[in-house]
């Protein structure tokens, strides 16, 4: 299956993940994903029908807390820890753009 | 070398002060950080205010903690109010924690005193510490080697006489390879005993904190003391922690030992050989030997490799640039979060992030992701198995001992496969322990294995500690 795994799907990934790769990344990545999917065909081939998944270890349940108000991080100190903030809250560069 | 509760009694009598003992542990790191490069950052500041209170509580006679006084480094993905936490990426550098981890409140109450945040893997993954953006950890017994990974710092301090204790976190291995590499002990808890509140998540399934000591006594106490349920944390286990440093001396006899052959099979000589030199002390000493197979083990590695990727590419996907560590400005939002990423994170990250978001991608979920949860389940129930059987199993920590700087960084299987005999216990959710019994042919220390159920660190430091005292330790 992963001899299927092409450049193109590489570059897919990437752009997915939000990362850019330059030409010789995107060849060594392709490559290096190769074979650690080869690895991975022994599990891939396994005939697991009527297996359930398994997420956590002990099946604990969710866990919620009591609706109460409680102390809370500041905001202010943890505005200060990010690259950009204005008026309390993060700042970023413009999501939208022109109106067309 | 003083043991973390010699210290701690000496400090609370008054025979020695925190003071003292902080000042020891950083004339040593002066002497060899440049060298090992273990610490990322010293917090000499906050140290000696810590040892200071602890000073100042003895002498007004107020009770200290268990680890009164006792200098304890802290892996670098763990948060520290105010100190600079960077797992070892370029993404963070710079970015101070508004809160710190459970872990830390706890040992901070205990009386330890944190000296610095250590070196490791980038985001924790890696197997040899040569991920990390800020260079490599030395191994201090052979600086021309790793010191394993990704806990690779907090290893090399103790190691190295920096620190009695440290802290870190082991997703697949990533605190019994460093301790088997560097000679120490280390464990593994089982998923839950320890509040992952604060450790900066790589695959929150499979992460968990834990101890390094140069001792199984200071690795029961450490864990003592960090152990127990946490309301911060939704996946902590719901009791307190175990009595552990009281059960160390408790022995083997009578318990029954699987030596599990697919936790063997593969590994160099002297490591096989060191196993099986355990194993008969752990025969002398009392116990039920049975070999045993666990087929299912032989695809631990596999799955983990889709596992832990596909958790870590959702994890890391709040690297973005908007809410903390690094920014690089570009045109719109979505060119910032790509141009942010692509500079902040290293290749082995990027690796794992693109293999990861592969895995759970349309079309191929199924096949990768959805089998490996399965297989997931299998493990479970082969170790399940096991121990109707037996009561803790053996095996080899690592399939070698410390290997040199660059002989794996170029082949990612190569490098995974280190942690080929650690990843099943992280998948089971269990226990184990790896603790230094004998050498290899380079005088290196080779590191014994012990696994057990979920809730058996007693019983496995119990082991461990009948191994140590066949070494004369």
């Not at chain 2, 000499?44 to 209170?53: K, N």
Request: charged share 20%.
């Amino acid at each position: 299956m992963s001899a299927e795994l092409t450049r193109d799907d590489v570059a897919k990934v990437a752009r997915l993940a939000r990362l850019t790769l330059s030409d010789a990344e995107l060849d060594l990545f392709t490559e290096q994903l190769r074979g650690i999917l080869d690895h991975a065909e022994d599990i891939a081939a396994l005939n697991l029908e009527g297996v359930t998944a398994t997420a956590h270890p002990f099946g604990l349940t969710n866990v919620v807390r009591a609706d109460e108000v409680r102390e809370s991080l500041s905001r202010d100190e943890v505005l200060a820890a990010a690259p950009d903030a204005r008026e309390g809250r993060f700042a970023v560069p413009r999501i939208l753009g022109e109106a067309p | 070398m003083t043991s973390a509760i010699d210290i701690a009694r000496d400090v609370a009598s008054g025979a020695t002060s925190a003071e003292a003992q902080l000042e020891k542990s950083l004339e040593t790191i002066a002497a060899r950080n440049e060298e090992l490069n273990v610490f990322l950052y010293l917090d000499q500041e906050g140290a000696r205010a810590q040892a200071r209170a602890v000073d100042a509580k003895v002498r007004a006679g107020e009770p200290v903690g268990p680890l009164a006084g006792v200098p304890i480094a802290l892996k670098d993905n763990l948060c520290q109010r105010g100190v600079p936490t960077t797992c070892s990426s370029k993404i963070l550098e710079g970015w101070r924690p508004p809160y710190s981890a459970t872990v830390i409140e706890r040992v901070l109450a205990a009386g330890a005193v944190a000296v610095g945040k250590t070196n490791l893997d980038e985001f924790a993954m890696g197997s040899s510490t040569e991920t990390s953006a800020f260079g490599p950890t030395r191994n201090p017994l052979d600086p021309s080697r790793v010191p394993g990974g990704s806990s690779g710092g907090s290893a090399a301090a103790v190691a190295a006489k920096m620190t009695t204790i440290s802290l870190g976190s082991d997703t697949g291995g990533s605190i019994r390879q460093p301790a088997a590499l560097c000679g120490l002990v280390g464990m593994k808890p089982t998923y839950g005993l320890v509040s992952r509140y604060g450790l900066i998540a790589f695959s929150s399934s499979l992460d968990q904190i834990g101890p390094f000591a140069a001792n199984v006594a200071d690795a029961a106490l450490l864990l003592e003391v960090i152990a127990g349920h946490d309301p911060m944390d939704s996946t902590s286990l719901p009791e307190p922690a175990p009595s552990l440093l009281a059960h160390v001396n408790d022995g083997v006899a009578g318990k029954r030992v699987g030596v599990v052959r697919e936790l063997i099979e593969g590994a160099d000589d002297e490591v096989v050989a060191a196993v099986n030199a355990a194993v008969d002390v752990l025969r002398d000493a009392g116990a039920e030997v049975v070999e045993l197979s666990i087929p299912e083990t032989r695809l631990g590695l596999s799955a983990y490799y889709l596992l832990a990727p596909a958790e870590a590419s959702s994890n890391l996907a709040r690297f973005d640039g908007v809410r903390y560590g690094l920014r690089v400005d570009a045109e719109d939002v979505t060119a910032m979060n790509e141009a942010t990423r692509t500079m902040g994170f290293g290749a082995e990250v990027k690796r794992r992030i693109m293999l990861g978001t592969y895995a759970l991608s349309a079309g191929y979920y199924d096949a990768y992701y959805g089998q490996a949860l399965k297989v997931r389940t299998q493990m479970i129930h082969a170790f399940r198995d096991a121990y109707q059987k037996v009561d803790f199993l053996i095996g080899a920590t690592t399939p070698s001992v410390a290997f040199k700087f660059g002989e794996k960084s170029d082949n990612p299987m190569a490098m995974y496969l280190s942690d080929v005999f650690t990843i099943p216990t992280n998948l089971a959710g269990e226990a184990a322990v790896s603790v230094p019994f004998g050498h290899g042919a380079t005088g290196l220390p080779i590191g014994v294995q012990l696994l057990g159920p979920g809730r058996s660190e007693a019983m496995l430091f119990a082991g461990a500690r009948v191994l140590e005292v066949a070494e004369g330790r």
